[in-house]
């Protein structure tokens, strides 16, 4: 072939075809046209469920090896967790049981004392449940409000427990809500007896920002025979509070030389922090018995007073 004849400039092979750029901004604008479009009109709605259901077999089954080490994993720490509860539990049953015997000793005893002494038995006070709300929105008191209203019985004064002890008292009560103010107001006050000693006392609601939450007992001789860990329950002296009810546990006594009085401070039994479900007690109201009528004088002794 001669020389002349062959082409001097190389093939066309990357010159085909509108360009790169072009391209890119070709798709980018008819992407963003199809994302708008199905946002607005589902363009794509039902392709894109037919593509969802074409590839759920193959979800399925990339899936199943992780739900598998997960079931697996799952299996061991849930029998691990029952084994514990289940040791918790029967330490707890042998607990149990040695208390229910200590009780029922007790309850007894108790009775063959009352016959003894003659007296009446112990009134049983009526109560109805009920279930914390939520708490109220001042800031400066501790209150929750209970689902129960007057339309329920409940009645200002009330006693308010839980399972574990006084919570606090019903002050306000709404047609379908009452409010309860609970043992650690600051406002709020209850008699109460030392069970170690047998000593009354009246326990305040502690709202100081070092003991926010508790109970302080006062006005306690600096001698008091009051020691940490001493169990305070209901002395039931101010006719509200049936007596017995668990009230606080003694946390810390200060003794001070300069003072008469002790600072007893203690922490509630009840939780004050996370009441759920309560027991509204109806007031003792125990009727007073009635005033003694004056003796009658004496004929001569009028006389004589002259």
Not at 92 to 101: G, T
Not at 130 to 154: E, K, L, N, S
Not at 244 to 258: H, I, M, N, Q, S
Request: net charge positive.
């Amino acid at each position: 072939m001669p020389p002349g004849t062959l082409e001097r400039s190389a093939p066309p092979f990357f010159r085909q075809g509108p360009s790169a750029l072009s391209r890119l901004a070709l798709y980018s604008a008819l992407a963003l046209f199809l994302m708008v479009a199905d946002a607005r009109f589902q363009l794509t709605g039902a392709l894109r469920q037919v593509v969802a259901t074409g590839i759920y077999p193959v979800q399925w089954l990339m899936l199943q090896p992780v739900e598998f080490i997960a079931r697996g994993s799952g299996y061991f720490e849930s029998l691990k967790t029952a084994q514990q509860d289940a040791d918790a539990m029967r330490k707890q049953m042998v607990a149990m049981s040695q208390r229910a015997m200590q009780a029922e000793q007790l309850m007894q005893e108790n009775a063959r004392l009352r016959q003894l002494l003659n007296l009446r038995p112990r009134l049983e006070t009526p109560a109805q449940a009920a279930q914390v709300i939520y708490d109220t929105a001042d800031p400066y008191t501790r209150r929750v409000v209970v689902d129960q209203g007057r339309m329920a019985g409940v009645e200002p004064g009330s006693p308010v427990l839980d399972e574990k002890g006084v919570l606090g008292q019903v002050t306000r009560v709404h047609p379908f809500v009452s409010e309860v103010t609970l043992l650690v107001d600051r406002d709020q006050a209850i008699p109460v007896l030392n069970i170690r000693t047998g000593v009354r006392g009246v326990a305040y609601g502690d709202p100081v920002a070092g003991h926010a939450g508790g109970l302080e007992l006062r006005f306690m001789p600096a001698n008091a025979d009051v020691v940490e860990g001493d169990l305070l329950t209901t002395s039931g002296v101010d006719g509200v509070y049936p007596p017995g009810l668990p009230v606080a546990r003694v946390l810390r006594v200060e003794r001070r030389a300069d003072s008469a009085f002790a600072r007893i401070y203690c922490v509630p039994i009840a939780g004050v922090q996370g009441a759920r479900h309560v027991m509204l007690l109806k007031p003792m109201a125990e009727p007073l018995p009635e005033r003694p009528e004056p003796a009658a004088e004496l004929p001569g002794k009028k006389g004589a007073r002259k």
